[in-house]
């Protein structure tokens, strides 16, 4: 509703006459000025809730945090390490007091070292730029490679991850370079190119030790090696030297496999002869003892019966021999001349018949 403010004023005027009159007295009406500045300087209580939510919010934003599954919490008290808030719901006291840094435990960071990804490939290209460490690495054949490779790593002490080391990204950097440089000064440049697995281990674990005994709270999963490889200007002539020891070791393979196919051999044959000379040799050996025992048995069965022994040497050999014989004469030992017997111009037939007796009657 509308005030009619002059009406009321000639009300105020009206009574404040009959007051001055003498007339009874009556309570004055608190006037508008007075319920304006009343009405002014009056709080109202919802001004105070407001504030109240807002600083609930705010306290209970800062004490109630919540820490995903694959990280931790780290609670400074007074900027100082307190404790290790685990994944789930949790309680610190406000900001002021306690804070909170989440560190992923369970992510695994890498670091590239020599080459840049190229973005939506699975390709890299070695580094060029001044400001990327540069892959040239000095081989221990004193030779020169070209040496990428990849470190991944996770967080396994938040606590020395966050307080032990100024930058542990940076020392990480460092290390890994100063281990690789170590490993590859180490090889030839032939081993550097065809070993990268073994590289990769053996750098693995010395970098390991290296960032345990700086405390940088974080634990090595992998090293990667990358294509490794001579710088481009003389790669053309390390190549055909490549070729050239490829066709030497082609050349020994195969001089070595023609000896192994001829030396055995022979070394075969000659166990043989060897075999076949030592057979011979025992064979005459037990020939000579055999005519030796026998040719004693014989002398031992002459001296027993000489004539008789003798005899029988003599039929025996004779029994051996005319059969070997052609045509025989056999003529009496008085016998002088042989000519009326023989026919000397004629053949077989003229002659005498064989194994024919003469004697002094004929």
Not at 179 to 197: A, L, P, Q
Not at 220 to 236: C, H, L, S, Y
Request: aromatic fraction near 10%.
């Amino acid at each position: 509703m509308n005030w009619d403010w002059e009406k009321l004023r000639e009300n105020q005027q009206k009574f404040e006459h009959k007051r001055e009159g003498g007339g009874p007295s009556m309570p004055r009406p608190p006037q508008m000025d007075e319920l304006l500045s009343r009405f002014k300087s009056f709080k109202f209580p919802g001004v105070f809730l407001v504030v109240i939510v807002i600083a609930a919010l705010f306290f209970g934003s800062s004490t109630f945090f919540t820490i995903e599954t694959d990280e931790v919490g780290v609670i400074q008290r007074f900027g100082k390490y307190d404790r290790i808030a685990q994944p789930g719901l949790n309680f610190k006291f406000p900001s002021g007091i306690e804070k909170v840094t989440k560190v992923k435990v369970k992510r695994v960071y890498k670091e590239e070292f020599g080459f840049q990804a190229v973005k939506g490939s699975g390709n890299y290209r070695l580094a060029s730029s001044s400001s990327q460490e540069t892959p040239l690495m000095l081989t221990g054949d004193l030779n020169v490679a070209v040496v990428p490779w990849i470190v991944q790593y996770r967080i396994s002490n938040p606590r020395d991850y966050l307080f032990k080391v100024k930058d542990v990204r940076a020392i990480l950097r460092d290390m890994s370079e100063a281990t690789m440089r170590t490993v590859v000064g180490d090889r030839s440049i032939n081993e550097v190119i065809s070993k990268r697995e073994e590289i990769a281990l053996a750098a693995k674990e010395i970098l390991q030790k290296e960032m345990d005994q700086a405390q940088s709270g974080i634990n090595i999963v992998t090293i990667e090696m990358k294509k490794t490889n001579v710088p481009e200007p003389v790669q053309a002539s390390f190549n055909e030297v490549n070729q050239a020891i490829q066709e030497k070791e082609q050349t020994i393979y195969k001089a070595r496999e023609e000896y192994n196919k001829a030396v055995p051999l022979a070394r075969g044959e000659a166990k043989r002869v060897i075999k076949d000379a030592e057979g011979y040799a025992i064979d005459r050996i037990n020939r000579a003892q055999g005519d030796a025992t026998k040719f004693s048995a014989i002398y031992q069965a002459y001296a027993k019966a000489k004539d008789v022994t003798k005899k029988r040497l003599y039929l025996e050999s004779m029994l051996e021999i005319f059969p070997n014989l052609g045509t025989k004469y056999i003529i009496d030992s008085e016998q002088k001349n042989m000519l009326p017997f023989l026919n000397m111009g004629g053949g077989q037939s003229a002659a005498v018949p064989q194994n024919r007796f003469l004697n002094k009657s004929e």
